[in-house]
């Protein structure tokens, strides 16, 4: 009978044992603990939703609309056209690019989302921006005036000052997602003066966030030069539009 006893065996047993004991042990300091991609999904909804508490209402100023732009009733959406609009003259209408920016100032911490389609600008731009001509001053993303993200339905580009600060193609600001059909062609903008930063970010279609750029230190003279921000929004080709 001694022959049949393996002491390998019983150390293997009591092991298993003793491991049994571990997995269901809620003194262990681990126990119970989420995995790391589960804390991280955690940490990033928490954010996330951070971010979004800090959403604000933005409407289109028609007073600054190229007349190549067409508004909807309630200023919400603004859409490429063709055939000129009749809005009459006035000093802070841009009569060269098809641009157009928000009446809201963001003098606060304020995220917003924006639906996209064609190819477009999003843009963050002092009020002081040139309105008249086709130099670079007037356009968003070439000039010291305004930060723009440029988007396409092949990815996105970050400009500021004439520079190419960024590419995104679309395939890889989704490839965190489960699938490419999270591309949604939705974007969002958080800006922050208290941490003198600005960040773009793509939306998935399940309305997940992924960081594109942040411009930090932009904001040296926000308190200074008493100048406020505004969002911004131009339309690079025909039939492109953009929705708040």
């Given at each position: 009978m001694l022959d049949d006893y393996s002491p390998v065996d019983s150390l293997s047993d009591d092991e298993d044992s003793q491991q049994s004991e571990r997995d269901t042990d809620s003194s262990d300091p681990d126990f119970g603990l989420p995995d790391r991609e589960t804390m991280e999904d955690e940490l990033l909804e928490t954010f996330i939703e951070h971010l979004r508490g800090y959403a604000c209402e933005l409407e289109l100023d028609s007073n600054t609309a190229h007349r190549g732009l067409k508004l909807s009733e309630d200023n919400m959406k603004v859409t490429s056209v063709e055939e000129e609009q009749p809005y009459a003259d006035h000093p802070e209408r841009f009569d060269s690019w098809k641009q157009v920016m928000c009446r809201e100032a963001l003098t606060r911490r304020s995220f917003w989302e924006v639906e996209w389609s064609g190819e477009v600008t999003i843009a963050v731009t002092y009020r002081g921006i040139s309105r008249k001509g086709v130099s670079d001053d007037c356009k968003f993303g070439e000039n010291y005036h305004s930060w723009s993200l440029e988007c396409a339905d092949d990815g996105y580009?970050?400009?500021?000052?004439?520079?190419?600060?960024?590419?995104?193609?679309?395939?890889?600001?989704?490839?965190?997602?489960?699938?490419?059909?999270?591309?949604?062609g939705r974007v969002a903008v958080y800006v922050d003066p208290p941490d003198c930063s600005l960040s773009f970010y793509s939306v998935s279609s399940s309305d997940?966030?992924?960081h594109l750029h942040t411009f930090r230190g932009i904001y040296g003279?926000?308190?200074?030069?008493?100048e406020p921000l505004f969002a911004g929004f131009g339309l690079l080709s025909g039939s492109s539009s953009v929705s708040l």
């Open positions: 580009t970050v400009r500021q000052n004439k520079e190419i600060i960024t590419q995104t193609s679309s395939s890889s600001s989704s490839s965190s997602s489960s699938s490419s059909t999270s591309y949604s997940k966030l992924t003279n926000l308190f200074t030069v008493k």
